[in-house]
Antibody, heavy 117, light 110 residues
Framework: EVRLVESGGDLVQPGGSLRLSCAVS????????MHWVRQAPGKGLEWVSR????????EYADSVKGRFTTSRDNAKNTLYLQMDSLRVEDTAVYFC??????????WGQGTLVTVSS | QSALTQPPSASGSPGQSVTISCTGT?????????VSWYQHHPDKAPKLIIY???KRPSGVPDRFFASKSGNTASLTVSGLQPEDEAHYYC??????????FGGGTKLTVL
């Protein structure tokens, strides 16, 4: 069974930092590009970032570029999202997911990040 | 890149059919055959139900049918069942940024 489990969500003050993790099992993690997608309260989904299977390339949405960094540890089957200079508008549930062509499948259940003073 | 446009809500009675639209631009839906649809029940992981415009992953019933015309994609759910009540999101490959999503449609089974 393929499982993706996000963790690391928390309450953080504006300007602060947080690192999210996504533990993956049941698939050959090192073979797949991976995505981060978020959902702000009461809003739709927003693509955040994706990273190449070997970690050599990552790209970001304009809304997070320069503040967020995606990385991965293929030995640990884990995906990371380092979030710096957090803003109130970054408040969201963050999902990780496997990239399959231009789709995301499967997804984790998400971890909640709240940015508030 | 603007989000794709979906109606905020849709509804139908059990056994009926309902269609959800997803409107983009010539930079996303209109330019690529990479439209996906996701079903999202509250507090659960979103689930891929359609990829590459019309294809269903293994295990997704053929009650879910999708298509595309120009800059608009559509998802039809036929033979509505109570468990179909969920939020549905479309997405499209868009070059840069990589993916763009719709705002979501809440499907209510009356």
């Amino acid at each position: 069974e393929v499982r993706l489990v996000e963790s690391g969500g928390d309450l953080v003050q504006p300007g602060g930092s947080l690192r999210l993790s996504c533990a993956v099992s049941g698939l050959t993690f090192s073979s797949y590009w991976m995505h981060w997608v978020r959902q702000a309260p009461g809003k739709g989904l927003e693509w955040v970032s994706r990273i190449k299977y070997d970690g050599s390339f990552a790209e970001y949405a304009d809304s997070v570029k320069g503040r967020f960094t995606t990385s991965r540890d293929n030995a640990k089957n884990t995906l990371y999202l380092q979030m710096d200079s957090l803003r109130v508008e970054d408040t969201a549930v963050y999902f990780c997911g496997r990239s399959v062509g231009a789709a995301v499948d499967p997804w984790g259940q998400g971890t909640l990040v709240t940015v508030s003073s | 890149q603007s989000a794709l446009t979906q109606p905020p809500s849709a509804s139908g009675s059990p056994g009926q059919s309902v269609t959800i639209s997803c409107t983009g631009t010539s930079s996303d839906i209109g330019n690529y055959n990479y439209v996906s649809w996701y079903q999202h029940h509250p507090d659960k992981a979103p689930k891929l139900i359609i990829y590459e415009v019309t294809k269903r992953p293994s295990g997704v019933p053929d009650r879910f049918f999708a298509s595309k015309s120009g800059n608009t994609a559509s998802l039809t759910v036929s033979g509505l069942q109570p468990e179909d009540e969920a939020h549905y999101y479309c997405s499209s490959y868009a070059g840069r940024p990589n993916l763009v999503f719709g705002g979501g449609t809440k499907l209510t089974v009356l």
